[in-house]
């Protein structure tokens, strides 16, 4: 094998499947419709484009170069590249970071699992009175935890390429036919308004910086599961093109997921701010009242779970590829200890939703329940932070014409041209504009 055995990707189309997998999960159909509702809509949805456009996508070429050229995790990534010792570091972060989203996606995650059981055998029960009840939401946290597990325990090409197949477009399909009904509801215009005409005085200061935290958390930036991912992939593998494949399908996804919501928010009457439980209170009304909606209920909620669960394993695979390669570990002993960690981390999110009212009523950055803050540490503080010194480290230390070197390999003459915008947005752009977002949170201007 080309790259000391750790295993490839079975195929291209398998590795844009599997980085695809691991940036459309929750984060396109739960966490971009609630953000989007809570920072006013459409002229949040032209911010994001704009960071996922200029910040993001160049920011996964510069995740997926890193890997491929030194075939590591994160932290072995910056050892192989510079003799400092600072610059690891950024490899670490990743290593916490990913721990840490792992946590509450799970818990999350875990919902999608109730909801299918739910869906299945109708319950009266609110969504406020399912999160609050601490078996259902240990027992679908646990039982989600396990899935990941299992996966993982597969290895790359085995585990992760083939649960990636087939999902994309089956999703597609199913948000396709949801849009289409939802916006036959009574109200619905007022929700294709509210997410399509943008109403620039919403923006404020930390709009930017929840935009921004959008795109680094749907993309899966900023904490090197694209450097592990890139690590898998071939020096025939064509980088540009497979990172604007993962790019499009990512945001396409998104964008339908908020064309489906917003229409039948309006018309089922939950507010846009609801926060985090937006879409499991707007969806089950529309399943409810739609002609043959159980059925797709059920079919929709096991996409999400299967797309959440490509997710979760690309966030628990890097902790592991850091053991597996900077300690010799063996892959098992790898997962089970990160696991075993990461549930403990998630029991006061999974409890935080009702059951534990200490835990809701945090206040803490403004977020209420502990689940919220660790959103908030890990995916907008933590990943734009980890992904500004990528930036830079690609750019000015290893060196963005030696990362250049990298990229073209496997490219053709027409994507090389394309370099030089790449070259510039990397040494200068990104660093700057996500330095100036992030100082603009702590209240520097
Ligand atoms: N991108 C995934 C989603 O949208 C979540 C995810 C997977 C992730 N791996 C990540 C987020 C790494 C940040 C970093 O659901």
Request: glycine share 10%.
């Amino acid at each position: 094998m080309e790259n000391n055995g750790r295993g490839t990707w079975g195929s291209r189309i398998g590795f844009i499947l599997a980085a695809a997998g691991s940036a459309i999960g929750l984060g396109n159909i739960w966490r971009y419709p609630y953000v989007t509702g809570q920072n006013g809509g459409a002229a949040f949805v032209l911010l994001y484009l704009a960071c996922v456009l200029v910040i993001a996508l160049p920011i996964l070429l510069a995740e997926l170069s890193l890997g491929r050229h030194t075939t590591l995790n994160p932290v072995g990534a910056f050892k192989k590249l510079t003799k400092s010792k600072v610059w690891p570091l950024v490899g670490y972060l990743g290593v916490v970071t990913g721990a840490g989203i792992l946590s509450f996606y799970l818990v999350v995650a875990g919902w999608t699992l109730g909801f299918i059981v739910r869906t299945i055998i109708p319950s009266t029960e609110s969504f406020t009175a399912f999160v609050s009840n601490p078996w259902e939401e240990l027992g679908y946290f646990t039982a989600f935890l396990l899935l990941t597990v299992y996966v993982v325990l597969g290895g790359v090409e085995r585990g992760i390429e083939r649960w990636s197949k087939l999902l994309m477009p089956a999703l597609a399909a199913i948000l396709f036919l949801l849009i289409i009904y939802n916006l036959t509801l009574d109200g619905a215009m007022k929700g294709v308004e509210f997410y399509l005409n943008p109403d620039f005085s919403k923006i404020h200061g930390s709009t930017f910086l929840a935009a921004l935290g959008q795109a680094f958390f749907s993309l899966s930036l900023g904490m090197g599961t694209m450097i592990t991912y890139g690590s898998y992939i071939s020096k025939k593998e064509n980088i540009p093109f497979s990172a604007t494949a993962v790019a499009l399908s990512d945001t396409l996804i998104a964008f339908l997921a908020g064309l489906m919501i917003f229409p039948a928010l309006f018309a089922v009457g939950v507010e846009p701010t609801q926060g985090p439980s937006l879409v499991f209170e707007v969806l089950p009304r529309v399943f409810s009242t739609m002609p043959g909606g159980t059925l797709l209920g059920v079919l929709f909620f096991i996409l999400l779970a299967i797309a959440a669960l490509t997710s979760t394993v690309s966030l628990l695979e890097v902790p592991v590829a850091f053991l597996v390669d900077e300690k010799q570990w063996t892959r098992k002993k790898s997962v089970l200890v990160v696991s075993a960690l990461v549930f403990v981390l998630g029991v006061p999110s999974a409890l935080s939703q009702g059951y534990v009212p200490a835990l809701g009523e945090l206040n803490i950055f403004g977020q209420q329940d502990f689940l919220s803050l660790m959103s908030f540490l890990f995916s907008d503080l933590s990943l734009p932070l980890g992904g500004m010194f990528i930036c830079i480290f690609v750019a000015w230390v290893w060196g963005s014409r030696n990362a250049l070197e990298e990229i073209k390999m496997g490219t053709t003459e027409r994507t090389i041209s394309l370099l030089g915008i790449w070259e510039f947005l990397i040494r200068y752009v990104c660093p700057v504009v996500i330095a100036i977002i992030l100082l603009n949170v702590f209240g520097v201007f």
